[in-house]
């Protein structure tokens, strides 16, 4: 966000996304199936971003100098192995959608308008940061935390959750630690 790295930078991260986020809507298609309300309304399509990843990555590329997308790091790896691993525990599985969703419909917001702003991207580059179908950020996000207090999670359930995002939180660094690694190789190599 601080105008330091590059399209290829964005481009490698995009690419980390696309296989996290593939991973957890598919977690979430079956977990919308096997689950009953109020689970299964929280997780929302609206939300889903892997397609737009996806279109953004076939637009962002080229202009970024890569070919194809980039291999997925052991961070990311592991982080989507995590995400399978918990898809049948639904307080776990709401944890890592918490996290990720709410996260795009937060910061990610300025995040895209940074992204923007410093690599000259266009909103073809960026569509995973709009919602089209979620009209009023706020009020949507207001009306999720209303529909997470009231899944009637237990004590247990509800400590697992808070665990599980914290473990999200620490995979999700690991990505940004292994990229960082990368984008520093690339650089030395360039030299």
Avoid: C, W
Wanted: glycine share 8%.
């Amino acid at each position: 966000m601080g105008g330091r790295r590059s399209r290829t930078d964005y481009a490698l991260l995009l690419s980390q996304y696309e296989r996290i986020y593939h991973q957890l809507e598919d977690s979430v298609a079956l977990a919308r199936v096997t689950s009953p309300a109020p689970v299964a309304d929280l997780f929302d399509p609206a939300l889903e971003r892997a397609p737009f990843i996806r279109r953004d990555l076939a637009n962002l590329l080229p202009v970024a100098g890569l070919d194809e997308a980039p291999v997925e790091l052991p961070a990311t790896r592991a982080y989507v192995l995590r995400i399978a691993e918990v898809e049948h525990d639904h307080a776990r599985l709401a944890a890592h959608h918490y996290l990720r969703y709410l996260g795009d419909l937060s910061g990610g917001q300025a995040i895209g308008r940074m992204v923007s702003r410093h690599y000259g991207l266009t909103e073809e580059h960026l569509s995973m940061y709009r919602f089209a179908e979620i009209e009023k950020p706020k009020v949507y996000k207001d009306g999720y935390r209303l529909r997470l207090d009231s899944l009637g999670l237990t004590t247990e359930q509800e400590e697992a959750f808070i665990g599980e995002a914290r473990l999200g939180f620490q995979h999700n660094k690991a990505v940004f630690h292994q990229l960082d690694g990368l984008s520093r190789q690339r650089a030395g190599a360039a030299v």
